[in-house]
């Protein structure tokens, strides 16, 4: 995604190597309340350069957002949860949008039962996406 937001351009992932899961915390984020935390945020957030094109087709690919810094700043149970699904040995995890669900890939379904364990505490949504099923982040 480039320019506001307006420009979008398809990346063909492959992930049918990994177990793919959509993680629903029980907080949401207003979507307009995320944009404007962003616009007001703006010129105080870490400058960081997004990894190019090819960073996502990696194995495992390199997945980011960069609402997570003012999301996770207003609500932090999102942050740790992506630390401890990370923790718990997913290969990547990222917020999808502006939140609140994170996106985690998997190498196994065993890696999955584990770090599903780790987060049991916040009562998460847990949610393996079927091979070949889309997923749209």
Aim: some cysteine.
């Amino acid at each position: 995604v480039s320019g506001i937001g307006e420009c979008m351009e398809t990346v063909d992932l492959n992930l049918d190597d990994y177990v793919r899961v959509i993680i629903s915390p029980r907080v949401r984020v207003n979507t307009a309340w995320a944009y404007r935390r962003w616009d007001e945020a703006a010129s105080l957030l870490t400058p960081r350069v997004a990894p190019d094109k090819e960073a996502a087709l990696a194995k495992p690919p390199v997945l980011w957002n960069d609402f997570e810094e003012v999301v996770f700043a207003r609500f932090p149970v999102i942050g740790r949860i992506k630390a401890a699904v990370l923790a718990s040995g997913a290969s990547a995890c990222v917020m999808s949008g502006s939140g609140s669900n994170l996106f985690a890939l998997f190498a196994s379904s065993r890696a999955s039962a584990v770090a599903r364990r780790s987060v049991a505490k916040w009562q998460v949504g847990w949610h393996e996406v079927a091979k070949g099923e889309p997923v749209y982040l």
